[in-house]
């Protein structure tokens, strides 16, 4: 196999897999359609730079120790578990006390006001989608299944490996962008108070969900 072909065929896979809904697109969806737009944009680069990382341990050969290491598997799943719990909860916790139905909507972003500033922006951001995705392990043995296969005999193996992650973090920041402008549309309905509870309590609900669902699976 060529790598013109291995770099397709790669990118069919992972196409289907960033397009498949999941706790990466809720957080950017969730983050993005409250107005927090610099802060959903650094949920994004976090999620893509922790793709990225994946993919250099993978192709470094690091990540193989998960699948040869229970205990490391297992030590890495629960921590991941215990994180998408706590953020979740507080998601949920944030919405707690609701806030009057006529509250003043946010500012309008249009003439500079911070209003997608809050909770930390950009970097907050980053730090959090860096750690949903480094701290969730199937994503490292994916990487451990998959990558090898699509790595043509001959070429440099770590070197074809990043360019291969690199099809998948491109894939990933170009749906974002589709996920970031859809919730730009939904912002005026998001402005109400009760819709803006109803996204937190559903979006906590997934990601506790996911943490769940990651601690009792095998």
């Known amino acids: 196999m060529e790598m013109t072909t291995a770099l397709w065929s790669f990118a069919l896979v992972v196409g289907l897999l960033t397009l498949t809904p999941g706790l990466d697109t809720a957080l950017v969806l969730r983050t993005s359609a409250l107005g927090h737009r610099r802060q959903a944009w650094g949920v994004v680069l976090g999620i893509q730079t922790g793709t990225l990382l994946w993919g250099a341990l993978s192709s470094a050969g690091v990540t193989a120790l998960l699948t040869a290491s229970q205990l490391g598997y297992e030590i890495l799943r629960w921590a991941g578990a215990a994180y998408l719990v706590w953020m979740g909860a507080g998601m949920l916790r944030s919405r707690a006390h609701p806030e009057p139905e006529d509250a003043a909507a946010p500012a309008d972003t249009s003439a500079g006001a911070s209003a997608d500033a809050p909770a930390g922006g950009l970097a907050a951001g980053w ?12 994503v490292g043995v994916f990487y451990v299944a998959v990558l090898p296969q699509f790595i043509p005999a001959g070429e440099p193996h770590f070197a074809a490996g990043v360019a291969l992650t690199c099809v998948h973090v491109v894939e990933g920041l170009l749906w974002s962008t589709v996920l970031v402008g859809f919730a730009r549309v939904l912002r005026g309905w998001l402005r109400r108070p009760s819709a803006r509870r109803a996204m937190d309590r559903v979006t906590g609900l997934a990601v506790v969900g996911f943490g769940v669902k990651l601690a009792v699976s095998d």
């Open 127 to 138: 730090r959090r989608g860096l750690l949903t995705n480094l701290l969730n392990p199937k």
